[in-house]
């Protein structure tokens, strides 16, 4: 059974930054690209950034673009999200996830996600 356990969450005011981690168990993931998403109060899931398990190659959504940083750490099963220069709109609970139906699929369609952890909460405050 696949568990995808995210960490690092918390408090911090705008301006500042935060680092997230996201531990895969039950299978190995070092072929699949590896994402985050994440879903703010009221609102849709939405992407935020993925990264390619063939060239390292990543993707981000523009509202980041420049302030965070995907990376991963394929022996630990592991993939990061280096958080910087951080706003109130950052403010979402952020989940890692894995494409489900193409494991190359490096993009921001939200669907083709899946294996949902339980996400870790990030607020920003201003």
């Known amino acids: 059974q696949v568990h995808m356990v995210e960490s690092g969450g918390g408090l911090v005011r705008a301006g500042g930054s935060l680092s997230l981690s996201c531990a895969a168990s039950g299978r190995s993931f070092s072929s699949y690209t590896m994402g985050w998403l994440r879903q703010a109060p009221g609102k849709e899931r939405e992407f935020v950034a993925a990264i390619s398990w063939r060239d390292g190659s990543t993707y981000y959504a523009d509202s980041v673009k420049g302030r965070f940083a995907i990376s991963r750490d394929n022996a630990k099963n592991t993939v990061y999200l280096q958080m910087n220069s951080l706003k109130p709109e950052d403010t979402a609970v952020y989940y890692c996830?894995?494409?489900?139906?193409?494991?190359?699929?490096?993009?921001?369609?939200?669907?083709?996600?899946?294996?949902w952890g339980q996400g870790t909460q990030v607020t920003v405050s201003s």
């Open positions: 996830a894995v494409p489900v139906r193409y494991r190359d699929y490096v993009g921001p369609r939200v669907s083709e996600y899946g294996y």
